[in-house]
């Protein structure tokens, strides 16, 4: 692939993030070497793996003279929490666009953003289905009071946030050799695939063996072929190191999603309560905790049986667990 053009980046997760043997899970499941990639620690309270994905979206803001930053997601984004604590760490404000109500009780991510005094506005589903639209208005208006706005898409998933997991990959790599393994799969959940379409690029660019693959904890599968397409052939134009990604490269795995975004069946409640009484582990009910659920369930039926070491990208998400928890 051509040298990229090395994008803006500024440091605000902690980083390289364990890379750890889940020992007990291993043998329980009898099956592949299961190993956890800690990006549930890349901080606090801007814990996750929105905070790679901000050290290039957040540079590239500021690079531009942003004194805010607009983001958007549902009322418990992981995302706009991670970037409502950025800004107030930046000293620069934030205004997050919300979908749906207001809920009557602020618990988990939106309890935070109401602790750091975050602008927020509840957007009805065709205003959130217009976001672009809604987000060139708002940056305008802030225009015209002397302001100058940075919005950042759902999720950082862009070209720009790509590089969080282009970047990623090479720390993966060294983690690889550190540990002396040779995962055959890299796991981890899709919301809105920037995750999944660096990592794709990441592989190609830091030469990987371990192929990256996705269970889509919303849409459908071909929504994310679509979405990781799109963004990255934006990445290409933007930064023309013009890396081909074949469509074998997007690999995703469908069936998990349940209810729907957001909401989950009892048994990933259970999941979830499993690996922290034997791991000391704990993942969430929106994103990792379908993912890892889905894993298990492949193990089982025999998809990765030629496998013998896999890596599960923890990316977080803590927060999403209290708002839910009366379903434990
Ligand atoms: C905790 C957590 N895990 C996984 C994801 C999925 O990552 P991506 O949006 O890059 O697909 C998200 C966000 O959507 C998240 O908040």
Not at 112 to 125: A, K, M
Not at 150 to 171: M, Q, R, T
Not at 185 to 209: C, P
Request: proline fraction near 5%; charge should be negative; hydrophobic fraction near 40%.
């Amino acid at each position: 692939m051509n040298q990229a053009q090395t994008p803006p980046r500024i440091k605000l997760a902690r980083l390289p993030t364990p890379l750890v043997k889940l020992e007990r899970l291993s043998s329980a499941l009898g099956g592949p070497e299961i190993w956890l990639k800690r990006d549930d620690l890349t901080d606090t309270t801007a814990s996750g793996n929105k905070l790679r994905k901000l050290e290039f979206s957040v540079a590239q803001a500021l690079e531009e003279g942003a004194t805010r930053l607009i983001t958007a997601g549902g009322p418990q984004s992981n995302h706009c929490r991670a970037t409502a604590v950025i800004a107030r760490q930046l000293g620069i404000e934030c205004h997050l666009l919300l979908r749906g109500r207001e809920p009557e009780e602020a618990d988990g991510n939106l309890f935070i953003d109401q602790v750091l005094g975050t602008t927020i506005s509840y957007l009805d589903q065709a205003t959130f289905d217009a976001l672009d639209q809604y987000a060139e208005n708002l940056i305008s208006q802030y225009a015209s009071q002397g302001e100058k706005a940075f919005f950042i898409p759902v999720g950082a998933s862009d070209e720009i946030g790509l590089w969080g997991y282009i970047e990623a990959s090479k720390e993966l790599k060294e983690d690889f050799t550190a540990n002396n393994i040779s995962p055959e799969y890299l796991v981890s959940a899709a919301g809105s695939g920037g995750t999944m379409g660096g990592l794709i690029i990441g592989r190609e660019k830091y030469q990987l063996e371990t192929r990256p693959i996705a269970f889509n904890v919303s849409n459908d599968a071909a929504y994310f072929r679509r979405k990781i397409t799109a963004d990255i052939a934006s990445w290409n134009k933007r930064y023309s190191p013009q890396q081909e990604i074949s469509p074998s490269a997007i690999d995703i795995i469908d069936g998990y999603v349940g209810p729907g975004y957001a909401r989950a069946e009892p048994v990933i409640f259970d999941t979830i309560k499993w690996l922290a009484q034997l791991e000391g582990v704990i993942l969430d009910p929106v994103y990792t905790g379908k993912a890892f659920y889905g894993m298990i369930q492949e193990i089982k039926a025999g998809k990765f049986q030629h496998s013998k070491c896999l890596v599960f990208l923890h990316t977080g998400g803590i927060f999403g667990l209290f708002p839910q928890k009366s379903q434990f």
